[in-house]
């Protein structure tokens, strides 16, 4: 409930500082996703994922980056998922709408997947913009299968976990500096046969290799 109070007042100090500091949103320029290798060393993805325009549509991004990177042994894979939004407001000048980052916390449990494990955890990889980047940690359980995921968001130099805290961003980024452009990073590793540390090993083996492609697609 603090967290909640805490976001409320800074939108509402984003809406006055906004208001009386008015400019235009400012979109900066980025390579696609379409550029981005599918080959990362010994990591491979076969072919780029596709989705439905209503799931596009839903998520309200601008680019995404959907693959699945296998390393020799076919069952052993991690899929990467990354959506930039260029902003994340209805229309220039509006409040916040339907391009906002939708956190995969609130959504996964739709997909019929239960969160078994939620941590925010440091995120001690190589590469990643800005101090003391975080990320949460989930155990998903859908049935009797297993998953792992990791996702943070990315966005002008900073790397965060917490979904009050982006939400801050958001409003003072917008007020201070006219972007409301962000990404969301997201790794999702089956956990085979219970083996949790295989998961999180292929994680933090893939993970860094991403990270230093993502500059040129996710700007600072």
């Given amino acids: 409930m603090t967290k909640l109070i805490v976001a409320l007042l800074f939108l509402g100090l984003n809406f006055y500082v906004y208001h009386a500091f008015a400019r235009d949103q400012v979109i900066p320029e ?25 799931v596009w549509k839903n998520l309200g991004a601008t680019d995404i980056l959907l693959c699945d990177y296998y390393r020799r042994d ?17 229309e220039q000048g509006g409040g916040a709408g339907e391009n906002s980052i939708h956190p995969p916390a609130h959504c996964l449990p739709g997909s019929g997947w ?4 939620n941590r925010t955890v ?4 190589g590469g990643l913009p800005g101090a003391n980047p975080t990320a949460k940690r989930l155990v998903i359980a859908k049935g009797d299968q297993r998953q792992l995921v990791y996702y943070w968001y990315q966005s002008q130099g ?7 805290k982006k939400i801050v961003y958001v409003g003072l980024d917008r007020a201070l500096r006219g ?3 962000g990404s969301l990073v997201r790794f999702t590793v089956p956990i085979v046969r219970g083996d949790e540390e295989r998961a999180e ?7 860094p290799r991403v990270i230093g492609q993502l500059a040129p697609h996710v700007p600072v």
Avoid: K, M, N
């Fill in 158 to 164: 900073r790397v965060i976990a917490e979904d009050w």
């Fill in 30 to 54: 980025r390579a696609p996703f379409s550029e981005f290798p599918l080959e990362l060393d010994e990591w491979t993805c076969p072919e780029r994922g596709e989705i439905t325009p209503a």
């Fill in 114 to 117: 239960d969160i078994i494990d």
């Fill in 201 to 207: 090993r292929a994680f933090r083996d893939l993970a």
């Fill in 179 to 181: 972007r409301t452009d």
């Fill in 74 to 90: 076919p069952a052993a894979y991690v899929s990467v998922y990354v959506g930039y939004h260029e902003t994340q407001v209805r």
């Fill in 122 to 125: 440091p995120l001690d990889i």
